[in-house]
């Protein structure tokens, strides 16, 4: 495999997996709007931008396979004739998957085995012309074929007042040294003007004699056919001015406004706005955040440290002073942090512009007509965790495409549109990101959910007749229930809702069912809009320290034990016009102790509003998140830790699997079982962060 070895090489291979990634997704979206939109083309235009760029990329890192392959493509494209529009977008499909395959193997540092992107019989129409042979310079000015981005090249020169010429030259064949007389050629010409291209591309092992150069200059023809005629090296020369039309820039907005984004995606590969991009390792990013996190804990002790020498220094002169730095340390501390974490942060369009592709193919495998739509492409998370949920985004919108969705005959007969619909949402609510998956299909009908865990033995018949809808509704994420009447490969073995709520739980988020017979179902995915630093609120639990984010408090209640209640099990408190259900996270206080006060922290997810009982507040704090590994805490409702300015350790609260296991217990002891877990793992949760923070 012929490719840079040293640290350059490396770096530029890495630049290109980034950006091959990008090119491949925007050559879906191209192949998807040309077979939707018959006769565009301006999309093959874009198509065959994307598939240069994608060429000269890899041909700079020695990925020949690639950029053999890419340039097959280009040369079908170049014979656009040949092929019908419909034809064109499934070759990009194709080409796409292939490419996407190579990338994957290049990753790996494999290499990939040559394919043909062309299978069919047109193979050997498109690109004939190329084929044939050229007698002279001058026969074969006009059969030359520059790609799109050597026109935009061409375009911009014309801009700049200069003159584009096509330069074909034949090399003596006397000149023993064909390879090298091309390069003589191209050093011959630099001092007059840019060359933006060369036919053939790169010089074959035993040399060209006929090149074609595209070359941009202020000198007249006659000058630069002067310079090119190099005495025993070249023969003939033959140069000609190209008229060259400026091309208007396409208007934003309106129905082509995604188009239009596409290309200007493209346009930052092509050299054209590249000096506003610098592209940055993620973990570069990452130990940024993290010594910004330090910062922070450094905040809190200078400002403990205040806290327990002013009562020592009543009368020193420079506290005035002390406090004003402080205060312009924490500004520009908060400042560096939210500029850091808006590095981290990226639009979830780069997640979601996935799936027009995975929603054409699984429509097509199951016989079905989809519109896709998408709403808040521009809305931002922490691209660790945009990573982290494409797995399970994946699934549900293959589940809703196969599953969810009814064909088109059924459709029809229940009064439906034959298109079925689906639409991914994503949008900010407090800190949190919410994204949606929405069908307009059969809805999940409760009783068949019940049936089919009742037979997989999940539960037992008595179980089923004390769920409520919203709690059986939640038994599609059990391992194993699939309530899919036939087996595919795309659905119905009974795999993937269990990852989507277990990857939303590890990464402290929620996942929740909206669903209708006849009317559709909505999945909606709530993650947290970073893991790495948030506002909380400590409060103290059986003599222990603990967090839980601030955002997620709607309100703060205070109380006394004997206006608690228990109803149906479930112990509640008339909280002015509305009965609250409580989540007892302390030990039950023994008898007589009914003046004891208590405090309530309302947790309102959305769907259900919990009171969560404490024994005291403990004040609010800006928390540098640490990790637990699974070794350190067993318990899914601690989901990470913190250190304090002072030093002490808190724990926080992983509300999602605090709320997720009330709803699944609700017994009279189920505060006892919730402060049970929290109480045994503490110990062993606080000495390992205390160690991590050492």
């Not at 062309?118 to 004939?128: D, E, F, I, Q, T």
């Not at 026969?139 to 050597?150: F, G, I, K, M, P």
């Not at 590969?269 to 570069?284: C, D, L, M, W």
């Not at 560096?336 to 429509?363: G, H, N, T, Y």
Request: charged residues 25%.
């Amino acid at each position: 495999m012929s490719r840079p070895t040293d640290e350059r090489g490396a770096e530029l291979r890495q630049i290109f997996f980034e950006s091959a990634q990008e090119l491949l997704e925007s050559l879906n979206h191209a192949a998807l709007k040309l077979e939707n939109q018959q006769g565009d083309s301006e999309t093959v235009r874009t198509i065959r931008r994307i598939v240069h760029t994608l060429k000269g990329d890899s041909a700079a890192c020695g990925f020949r396979a690639l950029t053999n392959a890419a340039h097959e493509l280009e040369d079908a494209l170049a014979e656009e004739s040949a092929f019908s529009h419909a034809e064109l977008a499934e070759i990009a499909f194709r080409a796409a998957d292939l490419f996407g395959s190579m990338v994957s193997s290049y990753r790996r540092g494999q290499e990939p085995s040559p394919k043909k992107v062309l299978k069919n019989g047109k193979s050997n129409k498109a690109g004939s012309r190329r084929k044939a042979v050229r007698p002279t310079p001058a026969s074969q000015a006009a059969a030359v074929r520059w790609s799109e981005y050597e026109q935009l090249q061409a375009e911009s020169a014309v801009q700049q007042g200069k003159h584009v010429l096509h330069v074909a030259i034949q090399i003596d064949p006397g000149c023993a040294m064909p390879i090298a007389a091309r390069q003589l050629v191209l050093n011959a010409l630099a001092p007059v003007g840019q060359v933006l291209a060369v036919r053939p591309e790169a010089p074959s092992p035993k040399g060209d004699r006929l090149l074609d150069l595209l070359l941009a200059s202020g000198r007249a023809a006659g000058e630069v056919e002067g310079k090119a005629r190099i005495p025993t090296v070249v023969e003939k020369v033959s140069v000609r001015a190209l008229e060259i039309a400026i091309h208007p820039a396409p208007e934003q907005g309106g129905a082509n406004t995604a188009s239009a984004s596409q290309e200007q995606s493209q346009a930052s590969y092509t050299g054209i706005s590249a000096e506003h991009i610098i592209r940055v390792e993620a973990t570069r990013v990452d130990i940024v955040l993290n010594l910004v996190g330090e910062l922070i804990i450094a905040k809190s002790m200078l400002q403990q440290a205040y806290t327990e020498l002013l009562p020592q220094l009543p009368k020193e002169t420079s506290r005035g002073r002390f406090i004003d730095a402080l205060g312009f340390h924490a500004r520009v501390l908060s400042d560096l942090q939210r500029s850091v974490m808006k590095i981290r942060m990226v639009p979830v369009e780069q997640l979601l512009r996935r799936f027009p592709r995975i929603v054409r193919d699984v429509a097509r495998e199951c016989g079905k007509e989809v519109e896709l739509v998408i709403h808040g492409a521009d809305t931002d998370l922490d691209k660790s965790l945009l990573d982290v949920i494409a797995e399970p985004l994946t699934h549900l919108v293959r589940n809703a495409v196969s599953h969810g969705l009814e064909s088109a005959a059924e459709r029809v007969k229940s009064g439906k549109s034959a298109r079925g619909r689906l639409q991914l949402s994503s949008y900010h609510h407090g800190n949190q990101v919410i994204i949606e998956v929405a069908d307009d299909g059969r809805g999940i009908d409760p009783q068949r959910v019940k049936a089919k865990a009742v037979e997989k033995g999940l539960i037992s018949n008595e179980e089923s007749a004390r769920l409520s809808e919203r709690e059986t509704l939640d038994l599609v994420f059990k391992p194993g229930l699939s309530t899919a009447e036939q087996i595919t490969e795309i659905s119905g073995r009974g795999v993937g809702l269990d990852v989507v709520k277990a990857v939303l739980e590890k990464l402290k988020g929620s996942v929740e069912i909206d669903t209708a017979l006849g009317k559709g179902t909505t999945f909606r995915l709530q993650v947290p809009l970073t893991l790495a630093i948030i506002k909380a609120l400590l409060f103290r639990v059986g003599g222990r320290l603990y967090a839980i984010p601030l955002n997620a408090v709607a309100e703060i209640a205070r109380s006394h034990e004997r206006d608690i209640h228990l109803v149906e099990n479930t112990e509640v408190l008339q909280l002015r016009n509305s009965v609250l259900p409580l989540a007892r996270l302390g030990h039950r206080p023994t008898a007589g102790t009914g003046d004891k006060k208590i405090f309530v922290l309302t947790i309102d997810t959305g769907k259900r509003k919990l009171g969560l009982l404490v024994d005291a507040l403990a004040g609010e704090e800006e928390l540098v998140i640490k990790a637990l590994d699974d070794e350190t805490v067993s318990s899914e409702l601690v989901s990470g830790a913190s250190i304090l300015g002072d030093g002490r350790v808190v724990l926080i609260v992983n509300l999602a699997a605090i709320v997720d296991r009330f709803s699944t217990t609700r017994p009279a002891q189920a505060g006892g079982a919730l402060s049970g877990l929290l109480l045994t793992e503490s110990d062993r949760a606080t000495a390992a962060a205390a160690g991590e923070g050492r």
